[in-house]
């Protein structure tokens, strides 16, 4: 066997577990770097895989690794320096990234070297942020240990090699479980996010129902927070009926968000009846309103998006009870707010503009005038009263 530089159990021991803190990421990351220090067959098949998703051309010639190299006080998880070139490796567990934490390993790059890439390795998608020029996770990691090894050739006792194997397992960053470690880890979170969201829309409703009553009269209003739902919308029977909030867990509606890996939609919902699911696809009204609800998502812009549920091949249930939407990722939405006060704000902006795209739309007007036959008298007459209906 090649002679190795330092001890596995030395390079780990400075990282054991100190004050009540769990240093899993810079213990993985330095047992990982010493199969990469010490195993040239690892490193090369590593460097490889890498290539294999991101263009790392000129990075992978004769190199270094070094972990807890300083970059001016800043201290990178791994780096891989060959010549004047270096890749940049953050590893987290289940953290988040610093604020700029990559951005400040940018710059440092740039100043001190020719090139750099940074990678970011992570338990999970929802992890991954700042704008890395490659994201992957650990069970990555792990699938391509798994499939190099047993034709490896490589002189390290292979026991080692699965036993980071077993430690990735063990801490949830291995290949995902059924009742997966990071759906566990954020149920809780989840569930919290549910019941404030629900909370707001019973703190906003007075103020949110006068907006709405503003663009769309003749409806009553409630706060909806089931169906994995948390907002305003109209009471039933909806005939049609509409909602405007946020969609914590959409696997009731049998949706997929918009960023399904970072972020659960805000939404404008149409809603129908079970009543009218036998009928309201072929309505020629229905067919209208699909058009001229994608034309008024294009004109909100700031990336909102008409989603036809019925319609998306990517989705093998249908839910004929909400059909069509004009959705953007929650987290975009609330970005830069602090307060529940500003967030507040945000929403009831959210109301009158999804509110306003819905009013614009003359095919939602007449689907209401075929499917509850009253309202065509109570619309007219306020018509006369009040000239506020907005069509």
């Known amino acids: 066997m090649r002679h190795m530089d330092h001890s596995l159990f030395t390079s780990i021991k400075k990282y054991r577990p100190r004050d009540g803190?769990?240093?899993?990421?810079?213990?993985?990351?330095?047992?990982?770097?010493?199969?990469?220090?010490?195993?040239?067959?690892?490193?090369?098949a590593y460097l490889n895989f890498l290539s294999g998703k991101a263009d790392l051309e000129g990075f992978t010639g004769a190199g270094t690794w070094g972990t807890q190299s300083s970059f001016g006080g800043l201290f990178p998880d791994l780096t891989y320096t060959s010549g004047k070139r270096i890749l940049v490796f953050e590893h987290k567990a289940w953290a988040h990234l610093h604020p700029n934490q990559l951005a400040n390993y940018r710059r440092y790059a740039v100043e001190h070297f020719e090139a750099h890439r940074i990678i970011l390795v992570t338990a999970g998608e929802h992890q991954f942020a700042q704008d890395p020029d490659l994201a992957i996770c650990w069970r990555d990691i792990y699938q391509f240990i798994e499939s190099w090894l047993p034709d490896s050739g490589t002189q390290i006792p292979h026991f080692l090699f699965n036993s980071f194997l077993d430690l990735l397992r063990h801490d949830g960053m291995g290949p995902a479980a059924p009742l997966s470690h990071e759906a566990i880890l954020y149920n809780n979170l989840a569930i919290g996010l549910h019941r404030t969201a629900v909370d707001m829309m019973h703190q906003v409703f007075h103020r949110a129902v006068n907006v709405l009553e503003s663009r769309i009269s003749g409806l009553q209003y409630e706060v909806h927070w089931q169906w994995g739902r948390a907002g305003i919308g109209t009471v039933r029977p909806w005939k049609p009926g509409f909602f405007i909030g946020f969609l914590p867990d959409p696997t009731d509606h049998f949706v997929?968000?918009?960023?399904?890996?970072?972020?659960p939609d805000c939404c404008l919902i149409l809603s129908f009846e079970n009543s009218l699911h036998g009928s309201y696809p072929a309505n020629e009204n229905f067919i209208s309103l699909k058009s001229e609800l994608a034309t008024a998502a294009s004109l909100l812009g700031e990336g909102w998006e008409c989603y036809n549920h019925l319609d998306d091949p990517e989705s093998k249930q249908k839910n004929r009870w909400h059909p069509l939407y004009i959705r953007r990722p929650m987290l975009e939405l609330l970005r830069g707010s602090v307060t529940l006060q500003e967030q507040e704000a945000v929403y009831l902006d959210v109301v009158d503009k999804l509110a306003k795209a819905l009013a614009s739309c003359p095919s939602f007007f007449r689907l209401?005038?075929?499917?509850?036959?009253?309202?065509?008298?109570?619309?007219?007459?306020?018509?006369?009263n009040t000239d506020t209906l907005i069509v």
Do not use: G, H, M
Not at 256 to 263: A, I, M, R, V, Y
């Open 256 to 263: 997929t968000p918009q960023q399904p890996k970072t972020s």
């Open 21 to 44: 803190k769990d240093s899993i990421e810079n213990f993985i990351t330095e047992t990982f770097a010493w199969f990469l220090r010490n195993c040239p067959e690892f490193s090369k």
């Open 368 to 384: 209401r005038e075929v499917y509850n036959p009253s309202l065509r008298v109570e619309e007219k007459n306020e018509r006369i």
